[in-house]
């Protein structure tokens, strides 16, 4: 789990600062397909959903195992509906959002790239965001293909997270 939360938080950052570094609105939703490819050659796919607003992010992970993300006020929640799980986490660092974003730059007609904590970040923008390409910290490179791209507003119930209340609740 420790690995997945380090992988999530790096992603999330990644992709947080890709979008307001960018200039989308305030509000963005799209479906995604993320694929890991490993140095083995073999690749893990997951798809889903996402939802940023200012700065909360959600993530629906639908494929292959259904798992929920949500990011609100420097914190982590992760629901596992499989194993009947929550994770509560805050990132290890304290990270400056707002200085970070301004860093994103063009570095050639519709890309972007930013580094976080060492981390190269490149996004793919035409109008709206198309990709981010990053490598983990095991070195797996990660490319996150967004669709269905909307700028239409969510309720705020969507980032307030919700699970049953028998859950094991696992706090980080």
């Known amino acids: ?75 982590f929640v992760v629901y596992e509906p499989d194993l009947m799980q929550v994770t509560i986490a805050k990132p290890k660092k304290n990270i400056n959002f707002l200085k970070l974003i301004k860093t994103a730059r063009k570095i050639a007609p519709h890309r972007y790239t930013t580094k976080v904590e060492g981390r190269e970040y490149n996004f793919t923008y ?18 996150i293909t967004f669709s269905h791209q909307s700028t239409q507003p969510q309720s705020d119930a969507l980032f307030k997270p919700h699970f049953p209340p028998d859950v094991d609740i696992i706090y980080r």
């Open 1 to 75: 789990m420790a690995k997945i939360l380090g992988r999530l938080g790096t992603l999330l950052v990644g992709v947080s600062l890709g979008v307001w570094g960018l200039e989308l609105p305030s509000n963005f939703s799209a479906h995604f397909n993320q694929v890991i490819y490993g140095d083995n050659g073999k690749k893990l796919t997951y798809t889903g959903e996402v939802y940023f607003r200012n700065n909360q992010v959600y993530w629906h992970y639908s494929y292959p195992t259904e798992k929920m993300i949500w990011v609100n006020q420097g914190r």
């Open 126 to 143: 035409t109008g709206t965001l198309q990709k981010v390409q990053y490598r983990d910290k095991i070195g797996n490179l990660v490319v």
